[in-house]
């Protein structure tokens, strides 16, 4: 594909976060957690506007670039021409996110097996692995109610989201909304792994040992003394070099 660069057009800051955008959809399909052209990432871009970026409909996910994401507004109006449609699915479900959070910066949602598994269990998550207790720590769910293309679903959404990060779509699969890019990166790679584990221990056929629901009384302090402080920074520079080995051109 031979996609104009954008890097002139818009600003520093916009530039930047299509850079980190780009590189977390080429991580997704690169850790596995894709589903075709399907499943979306989108980041709100700085500014007053009310503008964000989501991938361009009919790209896989190792595709994309950062001068191929599409700029919309909160009506989903194009706002830099681009030959790509945005998914209405997607778009519904984000754009509530969005609306209804101004402290999330980046919302990140996948059809990954493990993670539809899981959402299909009436249990929902099991507190059975050090991954888990992250994840209960600010978990929320919402009832399927088919594809996601009516806007009349969209306060029932945001309202069991609540405050939460983490968020299982019963029947559907998994959603983390978080402040940056890397941050949501990061939490969904805990939200997946915890799946795949949950899946894994339960195909073993033997009696689970679940974890006492105190120990999830004080993550944040946790996580901060587990990434030195740092965050999702602890390990988003490492991800960004291994993707730069493979194919540096998400940064185009």
């Known amino acids: 594909m031979n996609i104009a660069s954008l890097k002139e057009v818009v600003s520093v800051e916009e530039w930047e976060l299509r850079v980190q955008l780009a590189a977390c959809y080429r991580l997704v399909a690169l850790y596995g957690w894709a589903d075709l052209v399907f499943t979306h990432i989108s980041a709100r ?26 700029k919309v507004d909160a009506h989903c109006n194009k706002v830099i021409p681009s030959p790509f449609p945005v998914n209405p699915a997607g778009f519904v479900i984000h754009s509530s996110i969005h609306e209804a959070r101004p402290d999330v910066g ?23 692995s050090q991954q888990s207790t992250f994840v209960l720590a600010s978990l929320a769910y919402h009832d399927y109610e088919g594809v996601a293309l009516r806007d009349d679903e969209k306060p029932r959404l945001v309202a069991d989201l609540g ?5 299982v779509l019963r029947n559907h699969g998994l ?7 890397p941050d949501a990166f990061l939490n969904m790679y805990t939200f997946e792994n915890t799946c795949r584990i949950q899946i894994d221990a339960l195909a073993g056929g033997g009696e689970l040992v679940q974890i006492d ?7 944040p302090e946790v996580m901060k003394t587990v990434t030195a402080g740092q965050g999702a920074n602890i390990a988003w520079p490492a991800v960004l070099r291994r993707l730069d080995r493979l194919d540096p051109s998400y940064k185009s």
Do not use: W
Not at 106 to 123: F, P
Not at 175 to 181: D, F, G, H, M, P
Not at 213 to 219: A, D, Q, S, V, W
């Open 175 to 181: 959603l983390v909304a978080s402040k940056t890019v």
């Open 45 to 70: 871009v700085p500014g007053p506007e009310h503008h964000f970026l989501i991938n361009p409909y009919g790209l896989m996910f190792d595709e994309i670039t950062a001068s191929s994401l599409v």
């Open 163 to 167: 405050r939460k990060t983490f968020l």
């Open 106 to 128: 980046c919302v990140l949602h996948t059809h990954s097996r493990a993670g539809v598994a899981v959402s299909a269990q009436k249990a929902g998550v099991l507190p059975i």
């Open 213 to 219: 629901p105190r120990i999830l009384e004080g993550l």
